[in-house]
Every structure is written in structure tokens, then in C-alpha cells.
């Protein structure tokens, strides 16, 4: 009997890894069951595939192996025993919580094989990039099955250290944030010089586009692509000496991956 791949909490990410999982074929809905309240559209559209939707953790199938807990970090405490409670042995857990630690994990399925991951919202289209970490004595079969889950909706990384969880949690978990942040910045500074806001809202988003789009295309680092685009005592000179004074862009990331990395480290307390 094939087995049955659980999903607790189908939102933004949960809905995406699913998704991934449907069009790569990797899982049948048939072998999916989810347990969401309200689920989003990519659950919903399991769901009409054949996909179980639990009420309670009753209902998980016996012969359920492999869960992705995708529920807010804040869910996870009045959830873990019942959970725990309701699963069969020879688990594995993939918990993409921020800053719920592997430890938390290890102490909640005691037994379980427990991956801790972080994927991004870009997961949705394909383009996403999951890192992830796990026991080092885990089988490389088991390690390659994992991979293959989480490679359904982009790259996929192995991390040593669950603290390091965190870091990427910080720049590649919410870094999409920051891109459609800097997106939306720089609309507004082109109102600010005078363009219709319609038209400052295409050329910021066009630019982001185009810009992410070379970036992939092209074998040059983003150094040299930035490069190219900077005439020596340009326009573009003159902007970059503002974002990369000693207190610009730079200095504010630094700022905003520590801020959100302490974010993180606090779930885990
Ligand atoms: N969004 C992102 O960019 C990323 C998120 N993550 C992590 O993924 C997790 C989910 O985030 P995200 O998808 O954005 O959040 P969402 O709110 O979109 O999804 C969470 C889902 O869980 C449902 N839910 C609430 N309570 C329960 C419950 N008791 N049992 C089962 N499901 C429940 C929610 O329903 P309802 O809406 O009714 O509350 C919602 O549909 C978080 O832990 C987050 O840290 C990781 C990487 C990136
Ligand atoms: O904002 C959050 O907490 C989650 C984790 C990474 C992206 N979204």
C-alpha cells in the first residue's frame, strides 16, 4: 500500500510544497491527506483530486509517513501532543516553522526522523530554494528521498546546523520581502521625481524583473552585472554612492537579516 503523505497547515507555503509535490508527480492526491481549517487554493484543488481533508488528527491514515508541518510557529506548541499522539512509527517529520528547532522537533516525535527546512515563497512557481537540515546519521536514501520532496519546487540546499536554520530563515525565507519591499520603494522615489504613479509602479516592477531574469541568465556575478550598468561618474554612480555609503543599503540589510534572525531565535525559546 502506498504510503500517505500528511500536510498540517495548507496556506501560503504549505499550498506551494503541495503543488510541487501534484506536478511533479511525486505525490498522488489520492495518497494526500490535509488537515487545514481553511484551506488555499492549492489544497482546495487537491482536495477536488481525491486528497483527504481531515477535520482532527483522528482522521490521519495509518499508514501516513511522511508529514510537512506548515502551520505558524505559534500553532505548534497546542498542537504537538495530539499530533504526536495520533502518528504511526517510522515517521519523518519535515517542519518548515520558523524558528521551531530541531531539538523542539526531536522532543515532540521522539523516534521520528525529523528534517528541518526553509523554503521561500518563490516555491509557489518553481523558483523557489529550500535549505534544509537533518540527523548526519540519516540513510543517503532517506536523504535523497528528502531532496527530491523539497526540489519539487526549486533548489534545494543541506545545512549543517539547525542555528543556521535560522540564517537562512533570515535571507532567503524572508528575503522575498525585502525584494517586493524594494520594489515597492522604488515606485515610490520614482513618484517622488515626478512620475505618473502607474508608470512608476511598471518601470520599478519591470526593473526587478528584468534585473532577477539577468541575473539568472547571465554567468557574471552580480558585481559585474552591477558593474556594467555604472558609467564611471554617471547617473547610476551618483545613486550607488548614496546605497553604498558606509549607513546605506548595505548597513540597512545587515540590520534587517539580524532583526529578523532574533525574530526567529525567539519562537525557539
Ligand atoms: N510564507 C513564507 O514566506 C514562509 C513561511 N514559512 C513557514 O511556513 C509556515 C506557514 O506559513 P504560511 O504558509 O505563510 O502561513 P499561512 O497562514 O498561509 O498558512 C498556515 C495555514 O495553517 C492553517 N492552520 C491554522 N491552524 C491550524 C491547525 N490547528 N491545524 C492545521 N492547520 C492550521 C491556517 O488556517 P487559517 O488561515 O484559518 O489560520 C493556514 O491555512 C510558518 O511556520 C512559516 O514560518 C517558511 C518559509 C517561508
Ligand atoms: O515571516 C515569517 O515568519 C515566515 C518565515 C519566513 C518567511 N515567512
Known amino acids: 500500500m502506498a504510503q500517505t503523505y500528511l500536510i498540517v497547515g495548507a496556506g501560503n507555503m504549505g499550498g506551494a510544497l503541495l503543488s510541487g509535490w501534484l506536478k511533479s508527480s511525486l505525490v498522488n492526491a ?55 499522539e495520533a502518528l504511526g512509527e517510522d515517521v519523518l517529520i519535515i517542519s518548515i516553522m520558523a524558528g521551531i528547532s530541531t531539538q523542539a522537533l526531536k522532543d515532540a516525535f521522539p523516534g521520528a526522523d525529523i528534517v528541518r527546512a526553509m523554503p521561500n515563497t518563490p516555491a509557489a512557481i518553481g523558483k523557489g530554494v529550500t535549505a534544509f537540515t537533518a540527523d548526519p546519521a540519516l540513510k543517503s536514501e532517506k536523504v535523497e528521498a528528502i531532496k527530491t520532496l523539497l526540489g519539487a519546487t ?26 517586493f519591499n524594494l520594489c515597492e520603494a522604488l515606485a515610490k522615489a520614482a513618484q517622488s521625481i515626478g512620475l505618473p504613479p502607474d508608470v512608476a509602479a511598471q518601470l520599478a516592477r519591470e526593473t526587478i524583473i528584468g534585473a532577477s531574469a539577468l541575473l539568472e541568465a547571465s554567468d557574471q556575478s552580480p558585481t559585474e552585472l552591477r558593474e556594467a550598468v555604472t558609467s564611471p561618474g554617471g547617473t547610476t554612480q551618483a545613486a550607488l554612492d548614496v546605497l553604498m555609503a558606509d549607513d546605506g543599503q548595505g548597513q540597512l540589510m545587515r540590520r534587517a537579516v539580524v532583526a529578523a534572525l532574533a525574530r526567529a531565535r525567539e519562537f525557539s525559546e
Request: glycine share 8%.
Open 30 to 84: 489520492r495518497n494526500l491527506a490535509i488537515i487545514d481549517p481553511n484551506p488555499g487554493i492549492e489544497a482546495v484543488y487537491a482536495i477536488e483530486r481525491g486528497a483527504k481533508h481531515l477535520a482532527d488528527f483522528d482522521g490521519i491514515p495509518r499508514n501516513t509517513k511522511t508529514i510537512l508541518l506548515a502551520v505558524k510557529p505559534q500553532m505548534f506548541p497546542q498542537m504537538r501532543r495530539q499530533l504526536a
Open 154 to 179: 526549486g533548489k534545494v540546499i543541506r545545512i549543517e546546523t539547525d542555528e543556521q536554520i535560522n540564517a537562512v530563515t533570515a535571507v532567503s525565507g524572508s528575503g522575498p520581502a525585502y525584494i
